[in-house]
């Protein structure tokens, strides 16, 4: 298990490092002066040194590529252009609009998964499978950000029952909630869809196990092996799927975000992008990046933990 | 052929064909604005409405399935270009440190956030469908690699393979005389597939103006453009999405079906 934790550790590693050396890369090679764009098209050349030389942009690229990695290892995300306040106070302000969103969205996803693929693998080909199976076609298929207009158009246009967009802050939890619920249902939907259809293939190949039948013949009802045996069994696979989803609802969330015009890290990172305030897309992107390549880490591990043919093969 | 493989064709040929003749023929012409005709709700001359600048909707649809179609095939493309060679490469030198190299490289592309990098990638190099397809294209590349040298790996065990060892052919030729004709249903098959996710994800990088450039149409954009005229003419908003999730559902059941008529275990197993 510890050889196969420094492996999996190792290659965390290399990949955190190669991320670094990617984002820094595309960011460097963006057309345009980042001090020119901010100081306007008369802005006099000496004036545009100065602030290139406040910015840092006068050093050679591989001091900054150092000096911003040993930055962020010691938590320090640099300066915001535009804003003048540190990087890090800006995502510490947006994190807990994005975070709790993708946890929401997790949660939600999680209910409506396992039942529906719970369901649908022990009434394999009725009526309820297929219309499960049916419905998990039209959810991977809808992009998310039109599902979250439809909900727009049903839920606050029309019902009154939330509202449209905004976030009131964490003073107010219930209406935090309230308002971070339209959005979670619309990150939700597609990934209940995904995750519903693995639960229920990866319950199907356990219900054809020995060890079912063994159970069966031991007097055990259907639905007794289903609880007792197969669901547990059919949970491994089912986490791995969880912790990919996390990613995909983080990275998600950023274009959801723009739909209910939620101050999170993708509004962050547009609004950097637009004002050429490069140092907070860098970070903010290989903040992203990180939690990512560390939430697949942590899977792994747990994985590995819990299944030991898996060490075995590593 | 199965029920899922028919609806798939129909779907898929659908919007092909709306596309094919958008080259030939529009309803109406998407360039000249009709304001006083805006947001019309279907009729006999606008059949699915108009848009907030009275542009005919259906015609809109039509150019738009050309820019989906066209970044998401190309994205394919890319991967597929890029990505069979490198898993056949990859199969060939099974073990070797080349294997290795190209498998890591591998994972470390799928551990990248796709639409984050997307993003970085359109937002650095200026919005246009070009960058969307390469965007796009890149997250193709690790599925076709991983996919190719799977399937390829059995591939170098069997005898038919030894044959063509014992005959003299390189590792190059075998690849590509009897690996590869052995994986192409494979292929075509994750192809639809990866089609289908980059019909989603150009509408995705349009919708938030990272895709093509208007005067293209797309129907991301057609989205993003309605969504602040949903609550006076939710036809702006509906019709574009139905035509993302019809095309895309299309397709998704398309691979769905191919694959089990491609494969003859499956096609024995049903009968």
Known sequence: MIRYALGRLTSLVISLFVASLVIFAVIEVIPGDPAAFMLGVNARPDTIAALRAEMGLDQSVVTRYFDWVTGLLRGDFGQSWTYKTPVAELIADRIWVSLPLAIYALILSTLIAFPAGIYAASHRGGPGDITIMGATQLGVAVPNFWFAMILVLIFAINLRWFSAGGFPGWDNPFQAVKSLTLPAIALALPQAAILARVMRSSLLDMLGEDFIRTARAKGLTRRQALWKHAVRNALIPVLTIIGLQFSFLLAGGIIIEQVFFLPGLGRLIFQSISARDLIVVESVVMLLVFTVIVVNFAVDIAYAAVDPRLRAKA | ?271
């Open chain 2, 1 to 271: 052929m199965s029920r899922n493989l028919i609806i798939g064709t129909a779907l898929s040929a659908l919007f092909v064909t709306l596309a094919a003749v958008s080259f030939l023929w529009t309803p109406h012409d998407i360039e000249t604005l009709d304001i006083p005709n805006k947001l019309q709700t279907p009729s006999g001359t606008h059949v699915l409405g108009t848009d907030h600048f009275g542009r005919d909707i259906l015609s809109m649809i039509m150019m738009g399935a050309r820019t989906s179609i066209a970044v998401a095939l190309v994205a394919v493309g890319i991967g597929m270009a890029i990505g069979i060679p490198l898993g056949l490469l990859a199969a060939a030198r099974r073990g070797a440190l080349l294997d290795e190299l190209i498998m890591r490289g591998n994972d470390l592309v799928f551990a990248f956030p796709s639409l984050v990098i997307a993003i970085l990638i359109t937002a650095v190099f200026g919005a246009s469908a070009v960058n969307a397809i390469i965007a796009i294209g890149i997250f193709n590349i690790p599925v076709f690699a991983r996919l190719t040298r799977g399937a390829a790996l059995p591939l170098w065990e069997r005898d038919f393979i030894l044959a063509a060892r014992v005959c003299g052919k390189s590792a190059a030729r075998i690849s590509v005389e009897h690996i590869l004709p052995n994986i192409t249903n494979l292929m075509i098959v994750q192809g639809t597939i990866q089609f289908s996710l980059g019909i989603l994800a150009e509408a995705a990088l349009s919708y938030i103006g990272l895709g093509a450039q208007p005067p293209t149409a797309s129907w991301g954009r057609m989205l993003a453009d309605a969504q602040t005229l949903v609550s006076i003419a939710p036809h702006t908003a509906l019709v574009p999405g139905f035509a993302i999730l019809l095309m895309v559902l299309g397709l998704n059941l398309l691979g769905d079906g191919l694959r089990d008529w491609l494969d003859p275990r499956i096609r024995v197993a049903r009968v």
